[in-house]
């Protein structure tokens, strides 16, 4: 329910001392939810608010010709662990994303590494990095042209990856105007992001993004 406590000629005064939620469904283009979308919020005239990357790697499998998970959502710093479960190699590569995140100056350099496969019985070889510049990389695999998997590198600690449903949900944010960005694999060009006002209750959005549904694989 939302609650309005504040009359208009003292908003702004309220607003400051209040703290708030957003809720963001992602939808396709036929408007149906879109899971895997990446959500950022930026405080308006403020520095983008910034965690410290976690103290161990974040996991990425290589498992079945996937990567899993298939997006990865991070903090610059983060250390990233590629484990190989397949009984055959990978080579894996990360390149920038295509669209404007190319055109990024300080997105984050180039990689590969092989990574043998996995001997029954036996941990799996695995390679780690870091990746320290907010950016989109493309996960790919010169041995296997099928495999596809992106990592998000966010600028800004307010990031989500939307669920099943299609949303991220973020809760105790400071009053304030927000600029709301939402990005997803399938994207060819990145939308513009919208400017939302964050009040006294917790607000519900929609965005619909151009994204063709893709067909459930069986
Ligand atoms: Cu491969």
Redesign the pocket.
Known sequence: MRRFLCIASTQLVCWAAQASGLHIQVQDREGQPLPEAVVVLYPVGLAAPVSPAPPGPVLIE?ER?RFVPALTVVVPGTRLRFANLDRWD??VRGTLATGLAALDPNAPPGFEFRIAGRTAGQAPAAMELVLDKPGVVLLG?H??GS?RGHVFVSDSAWTLKTDDKGYARFEGLPAGKVELRVWHPELLVEPPRQAVQLGTSTLQQTVQLGVVPRRRRL
């Open positions: 290589q010709m990978h080579h695999c041995l296997h495999m």
